[in-house]
């Protein structure tokens, strides 16, 4: 099988790696295959993680801008994004199966170069620079679809 790209993204309660949690699972394939997957949390979601990705957590319902999202409840069981991910599967002892060849690249080493062309290196100033983009949605599939763009666009 020939190897093709993931980019993945989370979506969380908060910036703290050892404390918050995963909301957000979100993947595409450079195949065409997406995958998302919406967790229900067991910390409070902070308030200034939920005025950027717009998620509420209301009696143990998790919700985006008021649409209530089908969850699922974490059992037992690259920078932030890869950190935060390994973290979150060490504490619910989730496993890469050993078949699996993974291999991880952050991109923000790899668009380092671009900083001095664009002033800076975010998601929304590269898609605005180079795909007309319009606001970031901060949904963890849509990062993705921007993020294979703009890398595309390079």
């Known amino acids: 099988m020939d190897p093709y790209l993931v980019y993945f993204d989370l979506e969380a309660t908060g910036l703290d790696v050892e404390n918050d949690e995963i909301l957000q699972i979100g993947a595409v394939a450079t195949s065409g295959a997406t995958f998302t997957t919406f967790i229900i949390p067991k910390v409070p979601i902070s308030p200034g993680a939920a005025a950027v990705n717009k998620f509420s957590l209301n009696n143990g319902v998790l919700s ?12 037992q069981g690259i920078e932030y994004d890869y950190e935060l991910l390994m973290t ?14 993974l291999n991880m690249a952050d991109t923000l080493p790899c668009l380092e170069p671009y900083r001095r062309v664009f002033g800076n290196i975010k998601l929304q100033t590269l ?4 795909l007309n983009g319009s606001s970031q949605s901060h949904d963890a599939v849509d990062d993705c679809n921007d993020l294979m763009s703009v890398v595309s666009a390079l």
């Open 64 to 75: 985006r801008e008021g649409t209530v999202l089908s969850s699922v409840t974490m059992q």
């Open 127 to 130: 898609k605005n620079a180079l």
């Open 88 to 101: 979150c599967m060490k504490r619910y002892a989730v496993q890469v199966p050993t078949a699996f060849n």
